[in-house]
């Protein structure tokens, strides 16, 4: 099944799936519906932009913008009739509604409240014959709208770029969002000029960096300017979606905002939002790439249970599932906006590559890829590394090498895991994907931000061949103490420049993690973020089971997740590879 078909799937899902995503939202709106009979009281007015993206025998996808002229209101319901045989199937940002030909929209709980001459926006999949036309009259809270509609044949709005096409690989022909704020930290860097217009991710992760937290971009705000580097040319926006409930269960103390029961609040305040930003017509033309909910499925499968990394904090979200329902919920939301490719976050090779772990991961990504109304057709593919330091490749040791008769595998280093590097790694896991029910055109990014491992420490050969520990010790790229060490390690560079289909299965290198961004506080830092304070990135700590219970590898003097890191930035620069 080819990925440009993935589209048409999305939008002939069952009317099951279909009604059941209706009867959320309308669960979701009831407060909201009581006062139509107080807002219709209001001077009203409105103009509706009601745009066909796509058409076909059998269906149409649709989206609606309704701007308030009038008197501000405190909830909406725009209503038309259609002129042909269209069956609402599905909705977004509103709860939408049919009798007859007669349809109704109505506002959800996050986009009741419009200011006089404020919008908003919502769509809908529908079944038709191929030949639905723009609807003649609409009537916001019973007050018909004077203002002209537009439609597939209209002039195309400067404001309002026309939808792409979805593609196989969405990096390919394309350029990719440069991130102003993190160029600005870049530029200031002495030498940081040779990567400040490297392309990054744009981090969510806290309800307050939707709208701009601390006074930096928002979502929108990143959209904007995405659609001024955009140009006439194709453009991807990189966002990493990370704000799960009882996020980093594995970690010594958490970083996330949401305790392990807010599901509601993940979904009505943090992704709704976000999808109703991506649904906006107006960013239509961009190709947005998601990366959802770093590092949460895989402690499903090896921080739960009676393993020795188990943890009671993962085994409360085993047990509640919201890890799985919010993955999917997101997946569902997120992917209904024709111009978004989810891809999961899945791990890096030092995490789930031992047999243990590798097919009990796949089958959870796919549980998690089919809850919430989520279906396979919703995730475009997989990131492997994010925000980690795995070596893309190794080329001075294989898997399948002996030294003396005994199997790399059986090395401290190795320690029987299957791969040594990601991208053997993530090759391998798509296959696996493939082979538990994800689509066969599933694609994989791998995060080089901080993988490149070069400077005067990279070996140039492998190493002796007096034990098979000499000899994957002194050949291996990858310089950290363990595999299990991810903060701020000491001795990482910058790896391969991101760039497009770099080789099979792979449909980009990306730097997903902004260079330079730590991963945590050395020692506990008070902050108004909710961001806790992890030992491992403390370098004096002497470890745990997770890292075989060896030093942390961290760099000294470090600022809370996601602040400017200087010293860690020089160091990247200074042992890239390629270097600089």
């Given at each position: 099944m080819s990925r440009t078909s993935r589209t048409t799937l999305r939008r002939s899902r069952t009317a099951l799936i279909a009604a059941g995503a209706l009867v959320a939202a309308a669960a979701g709106s009831a407060a909201a519906a009581a006062p139509f009979g107080a807002s219709a009281a209001a001077a009203a007015g409105c103009t509706v932009d009601y745009k066909i993206q796509d058409q076909w025998n059998g269906g149409l996808t649709a989206a609606v913008s309704v701007t308030n002229t009038g008197?501000?209101?405190?909830?909406?319901?725009?209503?038309?009739?259609?002129?042909?045989?269209?069956?609402v199937s599905q909705g977004w940002n509103a709860t939408v509604t049919q009798s007859g030909k007669a349809v109704t929209a109505k506002n959800v709980a996050y986009n009741g409240s419009l200011a006089s001459g404020a919008s908003a926006s919502f769509g809908f999949n529908a079944t038709g014959n191929g030949?639905?036309?723009?609807?003649?009259?609409?009537?916001?809270?019973?007050?018909?709208?004077?203002?002209?509609?537009?439609?597939p044949t209209d002039p195309p709005d400067p404001t309002d770029p026309p939808a792409g096409n979805r593609v196989n690989n969405p990096y390919e022909g394309a350029n990719v969002y440069v991130n102003p704020e993190w160029q600005a930290k870049a530029a200031a860097e002495p030498g940081g000029s040779r990567i400040a217009e490297q392309p990054t991710g744009v981090w969510l992760d806290r309800i307050a960096a939707i709208e701009g937290a601390n006074g930096g971009m928002g979502l929108r705000d990143h959209l904007d300017e995405a659609l001024t580097q955009k140009g006439s040319g194709e453009l991807v926006v990189q966002?990493?979606?990370?704000?799960?409930?009882?996020?980093?269960c594995a970690a010594l103390a958490s970083n996330g905002e949401l305790g392990p029961t807010e599901i509601g609040r993940y979904k009505t305040e943090y992704?709704?939002?976000?999808?109703?930003?991506?649904?906006?017509?107006?960013?239509?033309?961009?190709?947005?790439?998601?990366?959802?909910?770093?590092?949460?499925?895989?402690n499903l499968v090896t921080n739960t249970g009676s393993r020795p990394t188990a943890t009671p904090a993962c085994d409360v979200m085993k047990a509640n599932g919201n890890y799985v329902k919010g993955v999917g919920y997101a997946l569902n939301k997120l992917g209904d906006a024709p111009n978004v490719y989810n891809y999961i976050d899945a791990g890096h090779h030092g995490w789930i590559g031992w047999d243990d772990?590798?097919?009990?991961?796949?089958?959870?990504?796919?549980?998690?890829?089919?809850?919430?109304?989520?279906?396979?057709?919703?995730v475009h593919g997989f990131i492997t590394n994010t925000a980690n330091y795995g070596a893309l490749t190794e080329d001075h040791f294989s898997i399948n090498d002996s030294v003396n008769g005994t199997s790399v595998r059986q090395s401290k280093w190795v320690d029987w895991n299957r791969y040594t590097d990601e991208q053997s790694f993530a090759q391998a896991f798509r296959n696996e994907l493939v082979s538990v029910g994800f689509n066969?055109?599933?694609?994989?990014?791998?995060?080089?931000?901080?993988?490149?491992?070069?400077?005067?420490?990279?070996?140039?050969?492998?190493g002796?061949?007096?034990?098979?520990?000499?000899?994957?010790?002194?050949?291996?790229?990858?310089?950290?103490?363990?595999l299990g060490n991810w903060c701020n390690q000491s001795g990482a560079g910058l790896g391969e420049r991101p760039q497009a289909a770099p080789a099979a299965g792979i449909d980009a290198y990306v730097w997903m993690k902004p260079p330079g961004e730590s991963d945590g506080s050395s020692?506990?830092?008070?902050?108004?973020?909710?961001?806790?304070?992890?030992?491992?990135?403390?370098?004096?700590?002497?470890?745990?089971?997770?890292?075989?219970?060896?030093?942390s590898g961290a760099l000294p003097d470090a600022p809370v997740s996601g602040h400017w890191f200087s010293a860690q930035f020089q160091e990247l620069m200074k042992n890239a590879n390629p270097a600089l």
């Open positions: 008197d501000a209101i405190s909830s909406w319901q725009l209503e038309w009739s259609f002129g042909g045989t269209e069956q030949q639905s036309a723009v609807p003649a009259t609409f009537k916001l809270n019973g007050v018909t709208c004077n203002g002209d509609t537009t439609g966002l990493v979606i990370y704000n799960l409930p009882g996020r980093d992704i709704d939002p976000i999808a109703a930003i991506l649904a906006d017509a107006k960013y239509a033309g961009l190709r947005i790439v998601t990366t959802v909910e770093i590092d949460s499925l895989p772990n590798f097919g009990s991961s796949a089958d959870t990504f796919h549980q998690a890829a089919t809850a919430e109304g989520a279906t396979v057709n919703d066969s055109d599933i694609g994989m990014l791998i995060d080089t931000s901080r993988n490149g491992w070069g400077g005067t420490q990279r070996p140039t050969g492998p002796a061949t007096t034990s098979v520990d000499t000899y994957v010790d002194g050949g291996r790229y990858d310089r950290r103490i363990h020692k506990a830092i008070p902050n108004d973020e909710g961001k806790g304070f992890d030992q491992m990135c403390d370098p004096t700590y002497t470890g745990n089971v997770r890292n075989g219970n060896n030093l």
